[in-house]
């Protein structure tokens, strides 16, 4: 620590690549010709949220607040600072979850005892069971904090959801329609307005989703009333209380913003994820595995990534991006 | 800030009594260039479903004729469905209850079990006198490839026939020396061997995404529509239906750059009068509509002909593929808005067919590696086409 200190080239770098990570923000707030605060108003008066929006949060991560901890974890030298395990090891820092503040009430999640050792119980066991990881439709309110862009289409009496995550989508009816007949991993929804607030009722759930990668979880009882309130031109105030009799003591409540995307070329594109984890999902299955190695259905990730040899200049190593400076 | 609202509300009165006014005017006919967004786009916005029930090319027996002759149409129909012509397929007694079941017990009642859902029931689809769905060329026939178009779809087929080589299905002779290696172009039917993995199987077995352009008998829709969007759910397509975002205008469009291709392509609308045109481009080469690839190019028109009806168009165009464009016509009717008979298909969430298929492969390799089954080479299999599946 103090070697690096005193070595100028190095504090000179870091700062440099300080500057180069926070840019993106910096600019993407003062790039921006400031909005007026005016809500836009659809043709009956009321809110239109119609645009493409995002959380900017971590709650995908954990909705309770949360330090950094490895995405996939093994046991380190000390007892209580685990290190990435195999199948992240390779990818350095971005294997560590961002930390973040929680986006629930209390940051507690009032569980039953049984729940309570289900959720950890889910969390070591999160390579297998979340089902975001097999692209199934990612439920509600969890599509609504994905960290992928959701563009809502507000129709006079429909209001659409569609979520760049899995082609997902939602309808909710402000009109009245007959009762959902079966469940749905995205839910049935019904709005209605109280002023500028949309507030919406979704259940006929499922019990196969989650609520986010630390193995928050719910049953087919769960009951979601959301609210959706202008903050300003640019911001919905996203407020959900989750009810399910059978995992909680009581209902309990999240809440973030949902910001728009002011970028100027901002557009839904493809996450058609099905395909793209089909070698996880099925590749146990292949006649000619293309995993080194499956165990039955378990696969043995093995990987290949060098380090430099510890006999190269100071130079070369610091030159690792591939981004040498001219000659 | 409160002068604005009220100049804002005054505007969309006066345009909300234009809109009156021009509703009285056109009296009993209804025309659906009337039915407007309270924005004042065209309102095109609904559940639809595909009812024309015509094949897409015209078959042989009716080359030169458009339409079926009175016997024709007994003879395809039988009596039941000139009654219900008689009857009126504007009736909305007759559109709604796609749920509606056949008797219990019944033959047809436990043929329909599982795709009644999905599909427009017999009682929905329209018995058109149309002899096929294409309307330009004239013929009602897909237009000759072009000689890259042909050699392209000759080497998939070819590779297809060559697999069936020395096995119960094929010409004798050796097993084809390439049966394990990838086919020329991305498969999405059904390939002629015992699946070495999931891409050897049917796009609708893996839930993979709509192919564009869906039209004709297979899907319902909803469309939603905001200022400048058209939103559509295609409800039995891909991983959970699929659905495309329209902008209308190009103050609202993001073009994707060439190198960047999509399933559902990249596309932009136009109003076009009363008509949505929309001209979808950026497909990827895992595109395989009737043979044509990453350079299909769609123009489609939507058109709210009556309050029930939306005419559909559809010109199909790859010079890569062939010798010239060709037109669909595939009209599409309302849906009752209360029984919002729509569902979520959560096909890839529930498909646990394609892990029965593929363990069922690789048992078949373990019992004749063991000596106690047959060589999946030499087993007889019939390869029928995938409902939905490429080159449909």
Sequence with gaps: MRNWLRNPSLVVLTAVLVAILFAPYVTRTSGQAPTTSAVPLTANG????????QA??????????????????????YPNHPVPAAPVLTLGSVAWIPPGMGVVEGDDIPYQPWAAARKKENL??????DPELKCYLPGVPRAMYLPFPFQIIQGPTKVMMIFEFADASRTIHLDKVAPYPNVAYMGSSVGRWEDNTLVVDTSNFTDHTWFDRSGNFHSDALKVVERFTPMNRDAILYEATIEDKQVFTRPWKMSMPLYRRLDKNARLMEFKCVEMTEENRLGYLRKEPLVKRWEGQTTIVEITRKELPPSVTYEERMHVSGNPPEK | MKNRFLAVMGALALVAGVSVVALLGAGQ???GAAIRTPWGEPDLQGIWYAYENAPLERPAQYAGREFLTDAEMKAKYGKRWIERVAEGFNDPSTRQGRDRREKAGTDEDVAGAYNALWTPG???????????LIVDPPDGRIPP???????????????QEALLQGTPMGKPG???????????????????????????RGRTERCLPLMMPSFGGRDYQRIVQSPGYVAIYYEASGHAGANRIIPVGEARQVPL??????????????????TLVVETTNFTDKTDYQGSHENLQLTERFTRVDADTIRYEVTVQDPTTWTRPWTVRADMGKQNEYENGLYEPSCHEGDYGLIGILSGARAADKAFKQGRGPDPWKVKVLYDEVPGAAGE
């Design chain 2, 174 to 200: 050796p097993l084809f020396s390439r049966r394990t290696e990838a086919p020329p172009n991305y498969n999405l039917g059904r390939l002629h061997r015992p699946p070495q993995g999931p891409e050897d």
């Design chain 1, 124 to 129: 070591e066991n999160w390579l297998d069971r």
């Design chain 2, 257 to 274: 750059p060439p190198h960047v291709r999509q399933w559902d392509g990249d596309a932009r609308g136009r109003w076009d009068g009363s």
């Design chain 2, 122 to 132: 017999r009682d929905h689809i329209k018995p058109t006198r149309r002899t096929s």
């Design chain 1, 46 to 53: 009321k809110p239109d949220f119609s645009g493409i929006w």
């Design chain 2, 145 to 159: 490839m072009t000689p890259e178009g042909k050699k392209r779809a000759d080497a998939f087929k070819d590779f």
């Design chain 1, 56 to 77: 900017n949060n971590t709650a995908n991560w954990d909705i309770l607040t949360h330090d950094s901890r490895p995405m996939v974890a093994q046991s380190g030298v």
């Design chain 2, 29 to 31: 006919a209804k025309a």
